[in-house]
C-alpha cells in the first residue's frame, strides 16, 4: 500500500503525507525548494535564466501559459494579469527576469 501511494506521487509530483506507526512521514517537495532555488538565482543572475526556469517559477506561483505565437509566450493568471516573454535561446532577457521577480512578490 505505502509502496504503491508512493509510486503515485511520484507520478504526479504532488506532496504525499503517510500516517505509519512510526508517525508522519511527508515525501515530495522537492518542487518547492527547486523553485526557491530559481527564485533566488533570478535575483542573483538575471541575464542567466532559462525559459524553462521560468515557466516552472510562473506556474508554481499561479500563472499559466494561456498561448504562444511564434517566439512570444503569454502567461495568464487567474486575476487576469497577462506577461508576455519573448522566447530567446539560451537566456531570456534580463528585463524579463525583473518583471518576473515583481509580479510574484519576491
Request: glycine share 8%.
Amino acid at each position: 500500500m505505502f509502496r504503491r501511494a508512493v509510486r503515485v506521487a511520484k507520478r504526479q509530483k504532488s506532496l504525499l503525507h503517510c500516517d505509519t506507526i512510526y508517525g508522519i512521514i511527508a515525501l515530495g517537495g522537492d518542487e518547492m525548494a527547486s523553485v526557491e532555488k530559481i527564485v533566488d538565482k533570478m535575483k542573483r543572475q538575471p541575464n542567466g535564466i532559462r525559459i524553462e526556469e521560468a515557466d516552472k517559477v510562473l506556474s508554481h506561483y499561479g500563472y499559466k501559459l494561456d498561448r504562444q505565437k511564434g517566439s512570444h509566450r503569454h502567461y495568464i493568471n487567474a486575476v487576469g494579469d497577462v506577461l508576455t516573454i519573448a522566447e530567446r535561446k539560451p537566456t531570456i532577457k534580463s528585463f524579463y527576469v525583473k518583471e518576473i521577480i515583481s509580479r510574484i512578490g519576491a
